[in-house]
């Protein structure tokens, strides 16, 4: 292993003779070459910055338009109808040549036109009724706009071409924002409760709700968006209990295949893809995320903080307490923030309880994946002890959080302890080497469960939960991600994972024994292992915070399976959407499993709006729990009900007019003005006890009809109710969809194997429902056996 001075670029002795200096060509070398790297980057943004700051327009047009102008004054034409000579005569300095004035007039002209154009795009991407039109029945109107939109989006975008032109999103009328939580707790209270939320509701409307609304308008006038930076501190950055499980998510591997058994390999491939992906990140070559099937583009302000990203602990006092407990506290808070870094040339990786540096750059290019297999073997086959304290120190970002804030001031603010914390905080993100062997075998579920709960807490010491991401290496060569959710939303990290899959087999592969191809370069510095000096004290809060952190993954239950009996193509088929399909078989199963129903999270995304991120989604509703309710009695058409309100409240949270966000920044601005709302209050404090997310899966990046081995089941988080469920699902393709749940072992109500088997009831009552002749049984496993192999 190098050691850590190999890092300096020069080392000393003094001697009665004086100083002898020895300088170190390789590590003057290496920072040379870094330097570099550092300015073709700087050079690469400063050209897709102009790049980007001229679309839709192209610096190609600039010289289009100023020949044309040229081309017009040539034959003795004045296009610019007496413009050009008027500029010489409010220019400070003389431009005596005609010509030259008539190239400023025409650069002019042409930001002007740049200027209409992105305005224009963004009058048009403000416009949502196609949304709302039933599929297969496009209005003359919004044929029209996609004509338009076509013309003005331009052509060869970068991932931030679209930035610009993205509108602004609105501050809904609070009249209906309150009539539409309203109707979304009327199934859940009865006579007597609803009229008193209904006197709650007319008061804040009529009295405090005006003056909250008064400055949330004023926010959303200067601010680029008025729920994204406040969603950020107050739910995220700001909460106190442990990230993991509770915001942290996770991401699985391939279902049927592991390219590889060799751990090292496997993690020689996908770090190397993870650093390609990064790279056309940096390049900003990857295309904006656009709304499947159509032109519309997405916010892609998320992916900026992907890489050299994590989240520093802050302790709440003052004015930030009061948020929370309305206590004041005269102590100096510490900062709590996601920090993120331009560059960083390594990564950070974890092994039976050591913490390793691993440089990804050499003479100034990427290691190979044959390369990196060979640097993590060394650390595999390592045989050095851990520091003392060392080996579960990563048990401060996976416990309470204001413990881990103090401890990280105290111990680790100077000296090699913060050297060593700084290498892992700004790493490019983190590895973990794990020892034991996962996945899932189709005969058997709960290896897939094992597999689910590792990733999603591990040993609650051996992932730095607060990187943007971790990427887990089991035994067997299986591997999956555990995401920190501050920064960013999980379908931006997941299109990531899925370029990494999709390139790991299909484009890197591996030789017939299972190694990364390619060659090794013999003079590849090893890996350098990170020392740390960990007091008692600090030992103490190691401990503290594992204790903890073991207990809340102890209580977490998990669930994970897929269900191979149909897919979205057959719920397509029934003229259903499969998101709605799902949500009301969530609301069956859950009614069945608990016999209620119960307030209902569904996250939503709002990138069609500048840095937007989430609205949730209240699926249950009238229509759902009237359905629900009438299953067997003649309901077919009240399950088209339930949807289309479904798809309703979808597309109205995509748009702008949902409820939660709105009421969350007006609770904000209440505690700022430090006046009480009894009817926030109460709205804030009502139980999740069903939350949904769906997994996006990029179709473009997978061939499911050629290869159905090689898909992802997906990923999951935890659950947000202590008794309550968490449910993440994914339409794995047209014939398979996979569930996560999760739940608590504390609550005697809840039970994740229970709820799986009442998920897979009401799949199959609700297409029987719908279409009969297709609601015979068809296991898609039984006619591919060669899937039934292990995991």
Request: hydrophobic content about 35%; charged content about 25%; some cysteine.
């Amino acid at each position: 292993m190098a050691e850590a001075h190999q890092a300096v670029a020069f080392q000393f002795t003094v001697s009665p003779d004086g100083i002898d200096l020895h300088l170190s060509h390789q590590a003057l070398t290496e920072i040379y070459l870094s330097g570099v790297r550092s300015w073709k980057k700087r050079v690469i943004g400063l050209k897709n910055s102009v790049v980007t700051g001229v679309y839709p327009a192209s610096l190609s047009s600039w010289l289009f338009v100023v020949i044309a102008i040229l081309a017009t004054m040539y034959t003795r034409s004045d296009p610019s109808m007496g413009l050009i000579a008027k500029i010489q005569e409010h220019l400070p300095c003389a431009v005596p040549d005609a010509w030259c004035r008539a190239v400023l007039f025409s650069t002019m002209l042409w930001l002007l036109l740049i200027f209409t154009m992105r305005m224009c795009l963004k009058q048009l991407l403000s416009y949502h009724r196609w949304m709302f039109e039933k599929h297969g029945k496009m209005s003359n109107t919004t044929k029209v706009w996609v004509a338009l939109v076509r013309i003005f989006s331009g052509r060869k975008p970068l991932l931030y071409s679209y930035q610009g032109s993205l509108p602004n999103l609105p501050v809904p009328l609070i009249k209906d924002t309150v009539n539409r939580h309203l109707e979304s707790v009327r199934p859940l209270m009865d006579d007597t409760e609803y009229e008193r939320m209904t006197s709650l509701s007319e008061d804040f409307e009529s009295g405090l709700g005006k003056r909250l609304q008064w400055y949330l308008k004023l926010k959303a006038l200067w601010a680029t968006n008025y729920v994204s930076d406040w969603w950020e501190e107050y739910v995220y950055l700001r909460g106190r209990s442990p990230i993991m499980v509770n915001s942290n998510y996770y991401g699985m591997d391939f279902m049927y295949v592991t390219p590889t058994p060799i751990q090292a390999a496997r993690a020689g491939n996908s770090i190397h893809a993870y650093f390609l992906y990064r790279r056309k990140l940096n390049k900003e070559e990857l295309k904006p995320t656009r709304i499947p099937g159509t032109v519309i583009p997405l916010c892609s302000a998320q992916c900026e903080r992907m890489f050299n990203t994590t989240r520093i602990p802050g302790e709440e006092t003052g004015k930030e307490t009061d948020m929370h407990t309305q206590r004041a506290d005269t102590r100096p808070a510490m900062p709590y923030t996601v920090q993120h870094w331009q560059d960083s040339d390594y990564i950070a990786v974890y092994h039976r309880g050591r913490y390793f540096r691993l440089r990804m750059y050499h003479a100034g290019r990427l290691l190979s994946p044959r390369e990196i297999e060979s640097q993590i073997q060394k650390i595999l086959d390592d045989p050095s002890p851990p520091s003392k304290g060392e080996a579960k120190l990563g048990a401060l970002t996976a416990g309470d959080r204001i413990p881990w804030a103090k401890a990280r001031a105290k111990y680790f603010s100077s000296g090699v302890n913060k050297r060593s914390l700084d290498f892992i905080e700004k790493a490019a993100f983190f590895v973990t080497l794990d020892d034991d062997e996962q996945g899932g075998v189709a005969d058997d579920p709960t290896r897939i469960d094992s597999y689910a709960k590792s990733l999603l807490h591990g040993k609650c010491y051996d992932r730095w939960f607060d990187k943007s991401f971790s990427v887990v290496y089991f035994k067997n060569g299986k591997m999956g991600l555990n995401g920190e959710h501050s920064w960013a939303d999980a379908p931006v990290l997941s299109h990531a994972w899925q370029y990494v899959l999709t390139t790991d087999c299909f484009q890197l592969g591996y030789n017939a024994e299972g190694h990364c191809k390619g060659e090794v370069d013999s003079s590849l510095p090893g890996p350098q292992k990170l020392n740390w000096e960990i007091p008692p004290e600090c030992e103490e809060q190691i401990s503290g915070s594992l204790a903890v952190a073991q207990a809340l993954a102890d209580d977490v239950d998990v669930h994970v399976f897929s269900f191979e009996e149909f897919g979205k193509g057959k719920i397509k088929k029934c003229r259903v959407s499969p998101d709605a399909f799902i949500q009301l078989t969530l609301q069956l199963a859950h009614y069945r499993n608990q016999g209620r129903f119960c307030l209902t999270y569904e996250a939503s995304m709002t990138r069609l709006f500048k840095e937007g991120r989430t609205e949730t989604v209240r699926s249950c509703t009238n229509e759902s729990c009237a359905f629900v309710r009438a299953l067997e009695d003649v309901c077919r058409r009240l399950f088209h009900e339930a949807s289309e309100k479904h798809q309703q409240l979808y597309r109205m949270a995509m748009t702008g007019a949902g409820i939660d966000r709105h009421l969350f920044c007006l609770y904000v601005v209440s505690k700022y003005l430090q006046v009480e709302s009894p009817f926030l209050k109460e709205v804030l404090s009502e139980p999740w006890r069903l939350s949904t997310s769906q997994t996006p899966l990029q179709v473009e990046m997978f061939d499911l009809v050629n290869h159905p081995e090689y898909v992802s089941c997906g990923g999951g988080f935890g659950p947000v109710a202590d008794d309550g469920y968490g449910v993440s699902y994914c339409a794995l393709g047209e014939k398979m969809l996979s569930f996560h749940i999760t739940c608590k072992h504390s609550c005697p109500n809840t039970d994740a194997n229970t709820f799986g088997g009442e998920i897979r009831k009401a799949l199959r009552d609700l297409l029987q429902l719908l279409s009969p002749e297709q609601a015979e049984p068809r296991k898609a496993a039984a006619q591919r056996p060669e899937l039934k192999k292990d995991l």
